[in-house]
């Protein structure tokens, strides 16, 4: 979800992968890309629990993502910038979601 929310980014592309590992295993989890939902950033989150046995699972996703596009895109507010935007401008939006696992 986060490469196609962020137009194809790779997550992590300038971090090795020790360094990557060492930063979730810190708790810390990537910004929601700009433009994106707050429910589809809450999904993306889920996802990447610690807890593998407490992430969604496919067909919970598949459940939420078959919401209509007006319940899903809903939670779209104006301090989500616009899709396409520099990555940089997500590192304030739902903070509280981005440390849970901290």
Known sequence: MYEIWSLGHKPFENYTNQKCLRMLDSGFRL??????????YEMMIQCWHPDTGSRPTFVQLVSRLSLSDVKLLSTVSSDTTVIGGPLETGYQLHTELQNMYQ
């Open 31 to 40: 910004p929601p890309p700009p433009g994106c939902p707050r429910s589809i």
